[in-house]
């Protein structure tokens, strides 16, 4: 349950609570006017009003202040905002841009609540969903975006995410112009790009990110002629291409390049 939801189910049984009360009022008032009417009492109208006339507007005023406290709460800054401390950190966008709790789960480090791994796979998150977030966990290293709704444009705003390690961006719509954004982190170590668009084209883009170690290729579009790009990591240590065009030779030949290099690929 998201935390608006939470919000307008508190209001109500608050709501709810305040006219219970006033509906108790109500009957013990009655109930006591009968019993002085049926002992021939007579009733102090001055007073009686009075004091009817104060609790109405004491019913009215907690209604009011109740009202407001919770419309604060709802139109509050909708960017995102980290809580917790330890090692769980969440990070909750408030109002009409609330998603599921569980986008939002993040490992923090030791030293307050910076934010350093976000996982939003599977989730119906936008581009701007993704700004958001970026620009609240800039020091993020690691961001999971597999089988989301983002589009190339969306990567543009990883430049922002300058510490950033893992990318994963599986099973989304991005084709070759995503790897152009990708390739300025120059910081990158693992980067999925398993069953999207890209071609041989776009692993152009990737020779120039030194630093990658692990790159997961499979279900894409490369050939063995993209697999030259990859020449130029030094570091690289595994490759997977299960379910690509690439051969057996194709990866023989990038070996004599990267003798250290272990690759995942089924004949």
């Known amino acids: 349950m998201d935390v608006f939801t939470q919000r307008v189910i508190a209001f109500l049984c608050v709501v709810g609570?305040?006219?219970?009360?006033?509906?108790?009022?109500?009957?013990?008032?009655k109930g006591a006017r009968e019993k002085r009417q049926a002992n021939g009492f007579r009733k102090k109208?001055?007073?009686?009003?009075?004091?009817?006339?104060?609790?109405?507007?004491?019913?009215?005023?907690?209604?009011?202040?109740?009202?407001?406290a919770f419309l604060v709460s709802c139109t509050r800054d909708s960017s995102p905002q980290?809580?917790?401390?330890?090692?769980?950190?969440y990070l909750q966008i408030s109002g009409n841009r609330t998603l599921p709790s569980r986008a939002f789960r993040f490992q923090g480090n030791n030293i307050g609540n910076t934010i350093n791994?976000?996982?939003l796979a599977c989730l119906p998150i936008t581009d701007e969903d993704v700004r958001i977030i970026i620009e609240h966990a800039p020091d993020m290293l690691f961001i999971n975006l597999a089988a989301t709704n983002i589009t190339d444009d969306c990567l543009d705003e990883l430049r922002y995410a300058s510490q950033l390690k893992s990318l994963?961006?599986?099973?989304?719509?991005?084709?070759?112009?995503?790897?152009?954004y990708i390739a300025r982190l120059k910081g990158l170590e693992y980067l999925s790009l398993d069953s999207t668009q890209i071609t041989d084209a776009g692993l152009a883009y990737v020779r120039d990110m030194t630093d990658l170690t692990d790159l997961d290729l499979r279900?894409?579009?490369v050939t063995d002629k993209g697999l030259k790009s990859l020449?130029?990591?030094?570091?690289?240590?595994?490759l997977e291409v299960?379910?690509?065009?690439?051969?057996?030779?194709?990866?023989?030949?990038?070996?004599?390049?990267?003798?250290?290099?272990?690759?995942d690929i089924v004949f």
Request: glycine residues 10%; hydrophobic residues 35%; contains cysteine.
């Open 219 to 221: 279900r894409t579009c």
């Open 242 to 263: 299960y379910g690509t065009a690439v051969t057996q030779d194709g990866v023989r030949e990038l070996m004599t390049h990267l003798p250290d290099l272990q690759c």
């Open 45 to 68: 109208g001055h007073y009686s009003t009075e004091i009817n006339w104060l609790l109405e507007i004491a019913g009215s005023a907690t209604l009011l202040v109740v009202t407001g």
């Open 117 to 119: 791994a976000v996982d």
């Open 17 to 29: 609570g305040c006219y219970a009360i006033w509906l108790i009022y109500d009957c013990v008032k």
């Open 168 to 180: 994963v961006v599986g099973r989304t719509g991005i084709t070759d112009s995503s790897l152009r």
């Open 82 to 89: 980290s809580t917790g401390s330890g090692a769980d950190c």
């Open 231 to 238: 020449r130029e990591l030094p570091h690289l240590e595994h």
